[in-house]
């Protein structure tokens, strides 16, 4: 009887010259969804003039293109302060919740939203979202988009714990920037004032003047003006600003109420006594508007950051021509600005001298500004 011999297994294929197919890569591990309450405390300005209401409001929830945020820190910003007194030329819209300095973490995102994870930390501006389509939008400038909503005032802003941001506009805070508390004035104040900065085209080595240094935008206008490399002149009232912005780097301080001739103070602070080539108006006044034109010196810029209500700018046509004065209006910021202003502080330039206080204490605040008595910036614990 014939043997058969057991199977063998089969060779293994001939190594292909084809590459394998890559394994496609796995969706990101996110942070589940926290625990979202249905309502949530916020200050509601339901009367032109005020004082906001403390009170219990609704939780939003965020549309396919937004993010919602929990706001833990939110700056007080002088505008919030004219918006709440409806003393600028734009509609009033009653009832709403202001803020616009809204720093904190995401905590839901909408099904659209692919960029920003739950539990990064971001920053919520005063330029809520914009089309991305317009040709302003195209060419970096959103906050001039006809479609923008702006925060605290189109859409609630960050006097509350919970706030939405469309995501595109979200400021995307640094790792090493761990005091929120710090990082939210930048978010308007910061960014307006390092924009504004750009604007003047300002040259390492020059001199800048910044109007209202000891205010909340002046006193970070210092810094970034510093940081620049400007040699700044700091125009304010007061020993406790004049301390505050040597302290900040301003090399001079001109004292605007026991000065005589102010035009002439600044002009002999600049480096070659001819003016500032540079001047950051942050005033909350309209008369340093005209002194600007006086002191800046010829071939210079003046550019505008401050909105005092029913201020004009009242310029000689015959000197701003001869001396080639440049006038000039900055809003807020773009995106890109925002990112490079938060690198700044990422860096240690910037030293955001903030007071915090509760988000009960909104009014205190607003007080305070209305008596001039702020120095820094105010900002909002959410919590408290």
């Not at 929830?61 to 003393?87: I, K, M, T």
């Not at 301003?250 to 600049?270: G, I, L, M, N, T």
């Amino acid at each position: 009887m014939t043997s058969t011999p057991a199977e063998q297994p089969l060779p293994p294929p001939p190594p292909s010259d084809m590459p394998s197919e890559p394994e496609l890569p796995s969706e990101p591990d996110l942070p589940s969804e926290p625990d979202i309450p249905s309502e949530q405390w916020a200050q509601v300005t339901e009367t032109k003039g005020g004082p906001p209401v403390y009170k219990r409001v609704p939780v939003p929830r965020p549309e396919a293109n937004q993010v919602l945020v929990h706001v833990l820190f939110s700056g007080v910003c002088h505008s919030d302060y004219h918006l709440l007194h409806d003393d600028w030329p734009i509609p009033s819209r009653l009832p709403f919740i202001g803020g616009h300095e809204g720093a904190g973490v995401v905590v839901a995102r909408g099904s659209l939203v692919k960029s920003v994870p739950v539990g990064a930390r971001v920053g919520i501006k005063w330029i809520n979202s914009s089309c991305l389509d317009c040709s302003f939008c195209q060419l970096g400038d959103e906050q001039l988009c006809p479609s923008v909503q702006l925060s605290g005032y189109s859409i609630g802003g960050s006097f509350q714990q919970y706030a939405l941001a469309d995501a595109a506009h979200v400021a995307r805070i640094p790792d090493e920037c761990h005091d929120l508390a710090a990082v939210a004035p930048l978010l308007c104040a910061g960014l307006t004032v390092y924009r504004g900065l750009k604007e003047t085209g300002a040259r390492p080595g020059q001199s800048v003047a910044v109007v209202g240094a000891g205010g909340g935008l002046g006193s970070l206008a210092v810094q970034y003006a510093r940081a620049m490399g400007l040699h700044v002149v700091a125009i304010d009232a007061g020993e406790e600003k004049r301390r505050a912005c040597e302290q900040l780097g301003a090399v001079a301080f001109v004292d605007f109420r026991e000065e005589e001739d102010v035009v002439a103070a600044v002009k002999a602070a600049s480096t070659d006594g001819h003016g500032p080539s540079a001047v950051l108006l942050a005033a909350v006044s309209g008369e340093p508007f005209l002194q600007a034109t006086q002191y800046v010196r010829p071939h210079g810029t003046i550019v505008c950051v401050g909105l005092p209500p029913d201020a004009t700018i009242n310029a000689p046509v015959f000197q701003t021509v001869l001396r080639m004065i440049t006038i000039r209006g900055s809003y807020v910021g773009n995106r890109a600005d925002v990112a490079e202003a938060l690198d700044f502080f990422r860096r240690g330039l910037i030293k955001a001298p903030v007071t915090v206080v509760g988000l009960t204490e909104l009014q205190d605040v607003f007080q305070r500004m209305h008596d001039g008595k702020i120095v820094g910036r105010y900002v909002l614990d959410t919590s408290k």
